[in-house]
């Protein structure tokens, strides 16, 4: 009699544990949760640094992400040396709707600014009266990466196709969003465009799945399990940056001061390497018809360009 107590204790207590691994689940999409339940329409968990529940099988939005990094840094993560800092710019603890869409108006301390649906500020930084009447919309991403080195070419209609494929699986983007895929080797420019008239309920943000991209290719995936798979001619393609240029429905309203500064500065560099050219082309001209030796050391110099 007691043996038989026993062993039905043994097998109830067994079956809880059981029940219990059974509804803890691991979040596919993303890998800053916490408190994951599973029930009938998947896996369930909480955002970290929110209160948010986001659902496994779906790519989290792009503020609560960032959101959660921002905790991580307080919490988890080991401290760093006083100096040491990172290129913070474009990460901020940003403030998120319920629905996981940032909120129009992003404030650090008293200084606040306006930002667009991919949270990338869009006006000057100003006090706290600062006002955004709505979240404008990007419409259209730019991401230009660039491959590593590789034994065999890039055919570039195979590349675009095997993108267009790759995001489909990777970050549930319907094909269609992906506009263009330009190659140039070894650059590759993705553009993503996507207006709210298209963009149904189910459709993931191409700004989430840009910000899925870029940290895949920055080797700090939030994707459980899998990397960024992207074969061409048997030989995977290896991205080495990403950087992610967004294009609002309204244009942004920086003071042209800043933008004309950085015109300048291209056009400064542009000039600057077309003067160089030129004298290193005279340059070689010049001893290419004085003397046979020169010929090896011109010919490292116009390599350089
Ligand atoms: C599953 O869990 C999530 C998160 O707790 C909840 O929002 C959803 O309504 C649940 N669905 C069902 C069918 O219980
Ligand atoms: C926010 O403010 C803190 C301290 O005032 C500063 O260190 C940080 O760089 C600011 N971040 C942004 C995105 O402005
Ligand atoms: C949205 O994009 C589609 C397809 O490019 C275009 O036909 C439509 O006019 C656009 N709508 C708006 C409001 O810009
Ligand atoms: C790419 O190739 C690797 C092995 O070379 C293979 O494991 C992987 O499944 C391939 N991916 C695709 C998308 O074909």
Avoid at 72 to 84: I, L
Avoid at 104 to 113: D, K, M, V
Avoid at 193 to 221: L, M, R, T
Wanted: hydrophobic share 35%.
């Amino acid at each position: 009699m007691e043996l038989l107590r026993g062993a039905a204790l043994l097998l109830l207590v067994a079956a809880v544990c059981w029940a219990q691994q059974d509804q803890g689940c691991t979040c596919a999409k993303n890998k800053r949760t916490s408190n994951c339940i599973g029930n009938d329409t998947g896996c369930w968990c909480t955002s970290i640094g929110s209160e948010v529940s986001v659902r496994c099988d779906k790519l989290t939005s792009k503020c609560l992400l960032m959101k959660a990094e921002m905790a991580g840094s307080k919490s988890g993560r080991r401290e760093k040396p006083k100096h040491a800092y990172v290129d913070n710019d474009g990460i901020y603890d940003p403030d998120c709707e319920n629905s996981g869409i940032f909120k129009a108006r992003q404030c650090n301390g008293t200084s606040c600014w306006c930002v667009n649906t991919a949270g990338a500020r869009r006006t000057e930084k100003s006090d706290a009266d600062l006002q955004c009447s709505e979240l404008v919309r990007t419409s259209w991403i730019i991401i230009e990466t660039k491959h590593s080195e590789r034994s065999t070419a890039v055919d570039a209609s195979r590349l675009k196709e095997s993108i267009k494929n790759e995001f489909k699986e990777r970050y549930s983007l319907d094909p269609k969003y992906i506009s263009d895929v330009v190659y140039e080797n070894p650059y590759i420019t993705i553009e993503l465009k996507q207006n709210v008239s298209q963009k149904s309920a189910q459709d993931v943000d191409i700004a989430d799945v840009a910000y899925y991209f870029e940290k895949d290719v920055k080797g700090d995936s939030l994707i459980q399990s899998g990397t960024l798979n992207i074969n061409i001619s048997e030989e995977p393609l290896k991205f080495d940056q990403a950087l992610i240029y967004y294009v609002d429905e309204k244009p942004p309203e920086f003071s042209m001061k800043r933008l004309t500064a950085g015109v300048i500065a291209v056009i400064v560099v542009v000039i600057l390497a077309i003067v160089a050219g030129i004298i290193v082309l005279v340059i070689t001209r010049k001893r290419r018809g004085k003397y046979e030796k020169a010929e090896v050391s011109s010919k490292g110099s116009r390599a350089l360009y």
